[in-house]
C-alpha cells in the first residue's frame, strides 16, 4: 500500500479547538489539558494563540497558560501569531514556534485577519525574520487549500502561488489547512499535483477539518502520495469562528488508532490521549465527537 512506517502528528486542540468553544474553559483546565498531552508522547502541541483577543476571547488568556503548563523537553510548544503584537506576546512566554496565517481565498484572508493575501504575506515577512533571529521556529498556515466558506472551491493554482511566497520569505513549515472539511481524496491528489516543484508531499503538513467525515479517507491518500506531517485535534474539537459550517479537526485518536492498527509509528499512547481527552471533555457542553474516542473511552484502549 506504499505506507510509511511513521507519521509525526502536531497536536492543536487547545488552540483550534478551543478558540471555537462557546463554554467558558478556565486556565487551570487548559492547563491541566496541556500538561496531559505532554505525557502522551505527543511531539508537537500548539498551546494557544497570541491573536487579537477581541477576535478570539477564548484564547486571551495564551500568556498565562504558557507561563503556567509544565515542559516536558521531549515536546515543541507552539502558538499562532498574526502580527508583531502577537510576536512581542508570545517571545514573554517563550514559544518555540510560530503559526502565522494566510489563506488561498482573499475573502476568507479578510474576514479572518483583516487584511489582504499580499499583506498578509507583507505583514508575516517580518515577523519570519524575527523568529529566525530569535531561534524559533516557523510554521505557515495555508487555509482554504479546497475550499472557501465564502467562495467556495479554491483554484490550486492560487494555493501553489501563495505556498511558493512563504517559502520565499523563509518560513520553514508550510500546514495546508483544509479548512471547512470538504476534501475527499481526489481533492488531495489535486492539490499535491498542483504543488509539485513547488512544496513536496515530505515537506508538507496536512491540516484537515472533518466536517463530512472525509478526514481518514484523505490522510491515507496523503500518505500514499508521501505526506509524513499532519495535524490533528483531540476529541475531533475544532473549527474557525471564521469559517461558518466547519465543525471539528481530524481527531488524533482517530488518526492514531488507524495509524496503529496498519503498523505506523506515531509515538502516542492512545489510553494516555484518551485520558488528556476527558479533562477538556467535561468543560465542554457537549460530547466529542471522535469515533475512537467514544468507542474506547469507556473500555481498556489496549483492547
Ligand atoms: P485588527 O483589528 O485589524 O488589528 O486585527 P489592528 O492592528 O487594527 O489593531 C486593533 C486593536 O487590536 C488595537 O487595540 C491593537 O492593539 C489590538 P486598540 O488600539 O483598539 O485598543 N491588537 C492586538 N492585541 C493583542 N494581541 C494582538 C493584537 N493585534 C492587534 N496580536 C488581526 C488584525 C490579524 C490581529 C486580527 O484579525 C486577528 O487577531 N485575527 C485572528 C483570527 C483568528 O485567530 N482566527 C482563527 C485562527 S485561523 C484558523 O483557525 C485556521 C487554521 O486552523 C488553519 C485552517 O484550518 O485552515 C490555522
Ligand atoms: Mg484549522
Known amino acids: ?20 468553544q462557546s463554554s467558558v474553559i478556565t486556565t487551570k ?34 500568556a498565562e497558560v504558557f507561563s503556567g503548563i509544565i515542559r516536558s523537553g521531549n515536546v515543541k510548544y507552539s502558538a499562532l501569531v498574526p502580527n508583531e503584537q502577537g510576536w512581542e506576546r508570545a517571545m514573554e512566554v517563550g514559544v518555540d514556534e510560530i503559526g502565522l496565517m494566510t489563506s488561498a481565498s482573499e475573502t476568507f484572508c479578510k474576514r479572518n485577519t483583516n487584511t489582504s493575501i499580499a499583506d498578509s504575506i507583507e505583514r508575516i515577512k517580518p515577523l519570519v525574520e524575527s523568529a529566525k533571529a530569535n531561534g ?30 512563504l517559502l520565499d520569505i523563509g518560513v520553514e513549515n508550510i500546514s495546508l489547512g483544509e479548512t471547512i472539511g470538504v476534501a475527499v481524496p481526489s481533492d488531495i491528489a489535486r492539490l499535491y499535483d498542483a504543488l509539485e ?85 467535561e468543560s465542554l457542553d457537549s460530547p466529542l465527537k471522535s469515533r475512537v474516542y467514544r468507542a474506547l473511552s469507556c473500555q481498556d484502549p489496549s483492547s
Open 1 to 20: 500500500m506504499n505506507l510509511p512506517t511513521s507519521i509525526e502528528i502536531t497536536e492543536v486542540s487547545p488552540r483550534d479547538g478551543l478558540q471555537n
Open 197 to 281: 516543484g513547488v512544496l513536496s508531499p515530505e515537506q508538507s503538513i496536512l491540516h484537515l477539518h472533518d466536517t463530512r467525515g472525509t478526514a481518514l479517507a484523505c490522510v491515507l491518500s496523503a500518505m500514499q502520495l508521501g505526506v509524513r506531517r499532519f495535524d490533528a485535534s483531540s476529541g475531533g474539537l475544532g473549527g474557525c469562528p471564521y469559517a461558518p459550517g466547519a465543525a471539528g479537526n481530524l481527531a488524533t485518536e482517530d488518526l492514531v488508532y488507524f495509524a496503529n492498527r496498519m503498523g505506523i509509528d506515531t509515538g502516542v499512547h492512545l489510553a494516555q490521549l484518551i485520558s488528556a481527552t476527558r479533562i477538556i471533555e
Open 136 to 165: 524559533v521556529g516557523t510554521r505557515g498556515y495555508v487555509s482554504c487549500v479546497v475550499a472557501c466558506p465564502y467562495e467556495g472551491e479554491v483554484d490550486s493554482g492560487h494555493v501553489r502561488s501563495v505556498v511558493k511566497q
Open 29 to 62: 483546565t487548559k492547563i491541566a489539558f496541556v500538561d496531559a498531552l505532554s505525557k502522551t508522547g505527543l511531539q508537537r502541541i500548539e498551546v494557544s494563540s497570541f491573536v487579537n483577543p477581541k477576535w478570539v476571547p477564548q484564547l486571551a488568556d495564551a
